[in-house]
């Protein structure tokens, strides 16, 4: 290989790697499918979304965002498309089903069935043996591997009692309000921060303590909780 190809090669295994780890920077947008979606985009934008085999799904000019309908996706599938601005690729789509929790179940111990009626539109079902526990204080489900915990804001501040070998703290796309308050004898869960969620582990129990701005209409929140319970799924 003379001097002239080999620095034709190495332009474009440099191209090449320049595409690769431009594609892995592309931020990724999750959407329901069943009903519309308003993709955030600049007003006057031409848009696309292009499915992975090249065709032009759907197309317009943004105003307010790029308004797309999905037909809805069977419960347990999932699809991804490239979305294009101004004729660039500038975001990954992942399109999910209207009830990405199906398929899941798990016990719910809140007494007004306010977080039942929330999470069933989600596909959640109620099982009374699973390993799931869903409450609204901190002490439901103290026989469950896995309980997950919503106080209102009007419980707060929460003492965190029993023995946790392991107190994390996280924060979460669309933020939260929550902190750790610690003293000589305990510590105390508070609406001073800006924590998405608290995890407390003990041997194989796990126990998390979400924000009372939790919503449960944001898809990236919903996407979390099927992370958190596909852990102990049977």
């Not at 007494?111 to 959640?124: I, P």
């Amino acid at each position: 290989m003379n001097a002239w190809n080999m620095v034709v090669m190495q332009v474009f295994v440099m191209v090449v790697c320049g595409a690769v780890l431009h594609a892995e920077d592309l931020p990724v947008i999750h959407v329901w499918s069943g009903w519309e979606q308003v993709l955030p985009l600049p007003e006057g934008a031409a848009w696309a979304l292009v499915a992975e085999h090249g065709r032009e799904l759907f197309s317009g000019i943004s105003q307010g965002g790029a308004r797309v309908h999905l037909p809805a996706l069977q419960p347990g599938t999932q699809e991804s498309v490239s979305l294009f601005v101004n004729g660039r690729k500038q975001a990954k789509v992942c399109i999910w089903p209207p009830q990405i929790l199906a398929g899941f179940a798990a016990k719910f111990a809140d007494s007004e069935g306010r977080l039942a009626s929330e999470l069933r539109k989600h596909g959640l079902k109620f099982r009374e043996d699973a390993e799931i526990c869903i409450g609204e204080t901190p002490d439901c489900g103290d026989q469950e591997a896995h309980t997950l915990c919503f106080p209102e804001r009007r419980a707060f501040p929460v003492p965190i009692s029993g023995f946790w070998s392991e107190i994390s703290l996280h924060h979460t796309k669309k933020g939260g309000c929550l902190s750790v308050l610690y003293d000589q004898r305990e510590q105390i869960a508070d609406c001073s921060g800006n924590l998405g969620y608290i995890l407390l582990k003990a041997e194989k129990r796990r126990r998390y303590l979400f924000s009372p701005e939790f919503d449960f209409q944001s898809i990236d929140n919903i996407l979390l909780l099927k992370a958190i319970i596909e852990e102990k799924k049977p």
